[in-house]
């Protein structure tokens, strides 16, 4: 924890370690610990926790730290306390696994203080640090949340990529919304004020092997049941790196302050990136909804996910080459995907192939 000569931390030690490590938090409105958030992301294979030190006090103003930065100028502090830096070294390379810096007050969007993730050059005693990720702490603990800090740990812990588009990255300069409110690694770290942030999307939980992959190739019906993070409906093509997946979404649990109600449709490419809103056979998202309503908001920047984005009662084939949004590859050609029949929005969901 850091504070600054104008800003200062007004929450104990205590507080900050139940809301990243408790087991059954639910205070100040929060869902649930980031400790908890991430166990159930990953099946219960990831069980994260963070020492708590400090806070810091730094001697300058908050807003001298935007444009120099902190975080080496803490962590001498930090190792002037004695603490035992072999302690957050799992795999015994002398390597720092993580470290996490939150800050006094409410998100300053600048510069170093921007919330993000980095590689950090900084050593003692024989330990380097190298991935670090940075989050306030907010006002008071009535606004303190887990959406942020469990955005930045998704990118530090998991290197996983974001999901919306800067508009800066891989040759394009347009922005769109890309994942929209529907993953935590795109803007659904911001829902509910960040106190109830939007599941890992599917798409980055099996790449991170969260998940049992089933598959929906064999004509059929299928049950898609909410909050069963460690598994989701696959239809395999005939690339390796081009698929569908298919997730319960329904306004529940981690899910209740969605814009939409239902069930998910992603097409992924995983050699595709979220800066490529276009959607052509050379350029497209790694991970795009297929928008129920086919009106592509995510994709024209319009919003961050409506009201009709997900599927839920229809009848009759409601996904297919032929309708909008279609099943079709990137390149134009048949998937073979074809889903029909889908129920209602709830804690179970059917739908047919
Ligand atoms: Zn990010």
Redesign the pocket.
């Known amino acids: 924890m850091v504070e600054f000569s104008d800003f200062h931390v007004n929450v104990s030690n205590q507080q900050v370690s139940d809301i990243l490590n408790a087991h059954g938090y639910d205070s100040y409105g929060n869902y649930c610990s980031v400790r908890d958030y991430f166990s159930e992301m990953s099946g219960g294979l990831l069980d994260y926790t963070n020492e708590v030190v400090g806070p810091i006090r730094l001697p300058k103003p908050r807003q001298y730290y935007a444009t120099n930065p902190m975080f080496k100028t803490v962590l001498d502090e930090v190792a002037a306390t004695g603490i035992d830096l072999s302690n957050f070294d799992s795999r015994d390379e002398n390597i720092i696994d993580a470290i996490s810096f939150i800050y006094a007050g409410r998100t300053l969007y600048q510069d170093w203080l921007w ?3 980095h590689i950090l050059n900084w050593g003692h005693g024989g330990y380097r640090a190298n991935f670090y990720q940075v989050s306030s702490l907010g006002d008071d603990v009535s606004t303190m949340s887990i959406g942020t800090f469990a ?2 740990t ?2 530090m812990l998991c290197r ?3 999901l ?1 588009d800067y508009g800066s990255r891989d040759g394009d300069f347009e922005k769109s919304a890309g994942m929209g409110r529907f993953c935590l ?1 795109s803007s659904g ?1 911001h829902l509910d004020a960040g106190k109830t942030p939007a599941p890992i999307c599917a798409y980055l939980r099996d790449l991170a092997g969260w998940c049992r992959r089933k598959k929906i190739n064999r004509r059929g019906q299928y049950h898609a049941e909410h909050g069963k993070y460690n598994e989701v409906h696959f239809f395999e093509t005939d690339r390796l790196n081009e698929y569908f997946l298919i997730e319960n979404r329904s306004q529940l649990g981690l899910d209740t302050h969605l814009p939409s109600s239902g069930l998910a449709v992603y097409h992924c490419d995983t050699l595709g990136s979220n800066e490529w809103q276009g959607g052509t056979a050379e350029k497209h998202y790694q991970c795009g909804l297929l928008q129920a309503d086919g009106h592509l908001d995510l994709e024209h920047n319009a919003n961050v996910g409506d009201s009709g984005d997900l599927f839920s009662e229809r009848t009759g084939s409601f996904l297919a080459r032929n309708t909008a949004p279609s099943s079709l590859l990137w390149d134009g050609s048949d998937s073979g995907l074809t889903l029909r029949n889908c129920s209602a929005p709830g804690h179970l969901m059917t739908f047919e192939t």
């Open positions: 919330p993000h993730n955005h930045e998704g990118h996983f990529p974001d919306y690694m770290n």
